[in-house]
Structures are given as C-alpha cells and as structure tokens.
C-alpha cells in the first residue's frame, strides 16, 4: 500500500515537501516515480528515482524546481517542489517503476493559486 500525505494549498512561488508511505513490502527493491494529474492536464510523470536513491530523473516541466528523495529505512519517498506555479495544481500521487505504471496511492491533491 502507499499512502501519500503533504498536499495543500500554495501560493505561487510557495514549497511543498510531499511524503509518500510504503508498508506491506519493502520500498528498497523498486524504482519510484511521481505523477500528477490536473484539472486540464492528463496523466504525467514527474520523474523518477533508483532503488538506492542514487539516480534521479525528472520531467522538463519540473526539472530544476522539484526533488525526489527517499529514505528506504523508513519506507519513504518524497517530493520536495519549490518554485511552484499554478500549472502544478495537481492531484499526486507515488506509484512504483521507472514510468510510474505499477501501483499508486489515493494521491494528495496540490493547489497553486493567489
């Protein structure tokens, strides 16, 4: 199961640091990704991270602005997003694999607005 937690309301410009709980296996053995969806966008992917925490990946509309981090002792992934715009409010979510197709969370919804 993954439960993801941290969303809210921002200004633009504002931070957000996302969590994403891993339990019943062992975050450790897979790459994971984030994805979002919004209200007048489809699915897309965000970026990426090794098993190790190692190697990252992102999208070219999020590079430079978020971070993908992960603590495998705790069973944590994380989304750290700076520099947010409203073209971000999105709903969320952590999901297993390189492209983010294996199993995902509820989501946390991401609100960008002044």
């Known amino acids: 199961q993954l439960v993801e937690s941290g969303g809210g309301m921002v200004q633009p410009g504002g931070s957000l640091k996302l969590s994403c709980a891993a339990s019943g296996f062992p975050l450790s053995v897979y790459y994971m990704s984030w994805i979002r969806q919004g209200p007048e966008m489809g699915r897309e992917w965000i970026g990426n991270?090794?098993?190790?925490?190692?190697?990252?990946n992102y999208a070219a509309s999020v590079k430079g602005r978020f971070t993908i981090s992960r603590d495998n002792a705790k069973n944590m992934l994380y989304l750290q997003m700076n520099e947010l715009k409203p073209e971000d409010t999105a709903l969320y979510y952590c999901?297993?694999?390189?492209?983010?197709?294996?199993?995902r969370g509820q989501g946390t919804q991401v609100t960008v607005s002044s």
């Open positions: 991270i090794d098993t190790d925490g190692n190697i990252t």
């Open positions: 999901a297993r694999g390189r492209a983010g197709l294996g199993s």
